[in-house]
């Protein structure tokens, strides 16, 4: 019979341990928003017709691969802001694709809604993680962050932001969110090494 590390240490908590077996999703949906993070930068310039449906995809794709990935890892922590965050994203990408909004200052200010939103679910799900002592929670906080900057900075910057700023800061949004879960499921799977070693 083959025995789960997982059931190795009945002490520790389920949450810790599903942590720790699943970095791999945690690195997958990483890889995918570091890979959409720079189409959102490259693409909109070179079709700036077309930003609102690029960005559409970009946040609809990048939802679904989070709500796979949060009900894959149920069991870890930060799990409601995760779905959160994930249900945030489809919604942007369907309203973005369904309902084209007229006009770039519509589509910065719902940018703008988005990116608080998603830093406020990203910066709880940091502190879930720092609750349950899972290492690089603080790469995931300053995701959070910075999702506030780049609302302050698009907000601050209004009207002239409009135009060039969705794609650039949709694509860091993006990156350092991707960034973020890359750094969380390394030290997860570092963990997991020490332990089964």
Known sequence: ?????????????????????????LLI???????????????????????????????????????????????????????????LAIAAGIVLLGWPVSGVM??????ISFFILEGIATIMYALDHK??????WGWVLASGIVDLAVAAIIFAGLPGTAAWAIGLLVGINMLFGGSALIGLAMH??????????
């Open 1 to 25: 019979m083959v025995t789960n590390p997982s059931d190795t240490n009945p002490s520790e908590p389920s949450v810790i341990r599903a942590l720790r077996d699943l970095w791999w999703f």
């Open 29 to 87: 949906e990483g890889i995918i928003l570091v890979l959409l993070g720079v189409a959102a930068i490259i693409v909109p310039p070179i079709a700036t017709l077309a930003v609102e449906i690029i960005l559409g995809w970009l946040f609809f794709i990048s939802g679904v691969v989070g709500l796979i990935m949060t009900f894959v890892m149920r069991h870890a922590p930060g799990f409601w802001w995760s779905l959160f965050s994930a249900v």
């Open 106 to 111: 519509s589509l910065t200010l719902l940018l």
């Open 131 to 136: 609750r349950e002592l899972s290492g690089r």
């Open 188 to 197: 997860a799977r570092h963990a997991a090494a020490l332990r089964t070693s």
